[in-house]
T-cell receptor
Framework: KNQVEQSPQSLIILEGKNCTLQCNYTVSPFSNLRWYKQDTGRGPVSLTIMTFSENTKSNGRYTATLDADTKQSSLHITASQLSDSASYICVVSAKGTDKLIFGTGTRLQVFP | NAGVMQNPRHLVRRRGQEARLRCSPMKGHSHVYWYRQLPEEGLKFMVYLQKENIIDESGMPKERFSAEFPKEGPSILRIQQVVRGDSAAYFC??????????????FGEGSRLTVL
């Protein structure tokens, strides 16, 4: 069964600190992996999209990594800001399909 | 260039009533997806449409739910005879080329349905 698991479920960090969120998936055959940021009460916003051949992709203070062999991805946030408080969702697409499989997200809270 | 527009943002219905949720995709986008999000849960795929066609409705409940994307006008997600379990946030997303390969998906702000 195609699944996407994220950890931790929730995370609290202090402003300025770094953090890493994890995503494991069992989707096969793999096409691409996306990270989205969802603020409370808002729609998800894309951070990165990575294909099989990409190991690392950055978007400002966000850096995503992908290990297609172990089927793991991580999202690293550098020098966190209060505005980073949100849910971060890992989404995986299987090859040949338009259907995206969503993880349940990691809820990040950044405190001053 | 306006983003994906959903309305209403909030909708309250009594059990047995009908709910209609509308989604206008980004300009130039012909692919529309609907997702449902229950509190504290991830987004669940419901249906994928291109203009006038339903491509994949494998996530739609078999009864009471329907979706359309007419040649003119917004996509509509219709829920008939709503029940309390239909209370959720319904998100629409659009893309230019479909999410196959690396087609970028742009989400609306969602429509929050509350069934009393």
């Amino acid at each position: 069964k195609n699944q996407v698991e994220q950890s931790p479920q929730s995370l609290i960090i202090l402003e300025g600190k770094n953090c890493t969120l994890q995503c494991n998936y069992t989707v096969s055959p793999f096409s691409n992996l996306r990270w989205y940021k969802q603020d409370t009460g808002r729609g998800p916003v894309s951070l990165t999209i990575m294909t099989f051949s990409e190991n690392t992709k950055s978007n400002g203070r966000y850096t995503a990594t992908l290990d297609a062999d172990t089927k793991q991805s991580s999202l690293h946030i550098t020098a966190s800001q209060l505005s980073d408080s949100a849910s971060y969702i890992c989404v995986v697409s299987a090859k040949g399909t338009d259907k995206l499989i969503f993880g349940t997200g990691t809820r990040l809270q950044v405190f001053p | 260039n306006a983003g994906v527009m959903q309305n209403p943002r909030h909708l309250v219905r009594r059990r047995g009533q009908e709910a209609r949720l509308r989604c206008s995709p980004m300009k130039g986008h012909s692919h529309v997806y609907w997702y449902r999000q229950l509190p504290e849960e991830g987004l669940k795929f419901m249906v994928y449409l291109q203009k006038e066609n339903i491509i994949d409705e494998s996530g739609m409940p078999k009864e009471r739910f329907s979706a359309e994307f007419p040649k003119e006008g917004p996509s509509i997600l219709r829920i008939q005879q709503v029940v309390r379990g239909d209370s959720a946030a319904y998100f629409c997303a659009s893309s230019q080329q479909g999410s196959k390969n690396t087609g970028e998906l742009f989400f609306g702000e969602g429509s929050r349905l509350t069934v009393l």
